[in-house]
């Protein structure tokens, strides 16, 4: 069995997870020896930019020791042999340009998203 | 403090679920930074932001085990509201709405957070200065 899972919600609770629950739902699942893929569409693709950082919060005394780093998040998936593909147009709508993305993303295009998941046995939109 | 506010707060977001809660009690350390009077009324979800419950967890994914991860924990973010507003000369007011934390079992909550009705918010706002909404989407 193949899955996609699609991410379109972007920065859902992240500052509390520290993570991407969905991001993190992929590797957990990749670890369990699931066999599957992530497009990352609309808001989304926001995850794929490397220049982005989060200050760890502070709330009088509490300083939290880290902040999420989605982006280096997603590149563990690539490591980890999950496809990461991202909208293109959705990429130019935001003025995200090629060189500002962490590398290994397969690039598609909205015309190309029906071929692409058709390869899939499930589709999960998030 | 000749300028010193109250102002009200009502939360309605729990924990964990987006960005609001954190937005919120990010606006809450500034008033108490500034020894302001803090009255939270947590409506909904929101009663489990002070939750005593919560737990930190160690993160496979990261790699991290508990200490390392340090995951925010919002009942330590509320705890250090209070203790932040006291230190400079306010106080937060956090009411927990009771029929909301009844019909959710989330009757354990951090020192600090008392149990109240939706008339204290009604007075909160009669004695404050301003109060904001911030509502679930």
Redesign the interface.
């Known amino acids: 069995m193949k899955a996609l899972n699609i991410i379109e919600t972007a920065?859902?609770?992240?500052?509390?997870?520290?993570?991407d629950t969905i991001v993190?739902l992929t590797?957990?699942l990749k670890?369990a020896g699931a066999d599957l893929d992530v497009l990352l569409r609309a808001n989304a693709v926001n995850y794929a930019v490397k220049a982005q950082k989060v200050a760890p919060?502070?709330?009088?005394?509490?300083q939290?020791?880290?902040g999420p780093d989605i982006a280096n998040?997603i590149a563990?998936l690539i490591a980890k042999g999950v496809g990461v593909y991202i909208v293109k147009d959705d990429l130019a709508e935001r003025g995200i340009s090629d060189d500002e993305l962490i590398d290994g993303l397969s690039p598609v295009s909205r015309d190309g998203l029906a071929k692409l998941l058709d390869g899939y046995d499930h589709v999960w939109h998030w | 403090m000749a300028d010193k506010k109250t102002l009200t707060f009502a939360l309605m977001d729990a924990?964990?679920?987006?960005?609001r809660?954190?937005t919120a009690?990010?606006l809450i350390?500034i008033a108490?930074k500034r020894g302001y009077d803090i009255n939270v009324f947590a409506y909904e979800g929101a009663v489990f932001l002070p939750f005593a419950g919560q737990q930190a967890h160690p993160?496979?994914?990261?790699g991290h085990d508990a200490e390392?991860?340090?995951?925010?924990l919002?009942r330590?973010?509320v705890?250090?509201?209070i203790?932040?507003a006291a230190?400079n000369g306010g106080k937060v007011d956090w009411v927990n709405c009771g029929l909301c934390v009844d019909e959710r079992g989330a009757g354990d909550a951090v020192e600090g957070v008392r149990r109240g009705t939706p008339g204290d918010f009604w007075n909160m706002a009669e004695s404050s200065d301003n109060t904001l909404v911030i509502p679930t989407k």
């Not at chain 1, 919060?57 to 509490?62: H, I």
């Not at chain 2, 993160?59 to 990261?62: F, G, K, M, S, T």
Request: glycine share 8%; net charge negative; hydrophobic share 25%.
């Open positions: 920065y859902r609770g992240t500052l509390e997870e520290q993570d993190w590797h957990a670890g919060l502070s709330f009088g005394d509490r939290q020791k880290h998040d563990g | 924990p964990y679920e987006n960005a809660s954190t009690l990010r350390n108490a993160n496979p994914v990261h390392q991860e340090d995951h925010p919002p330590e973010w705890e250090a509201v203790k932040e230190k």
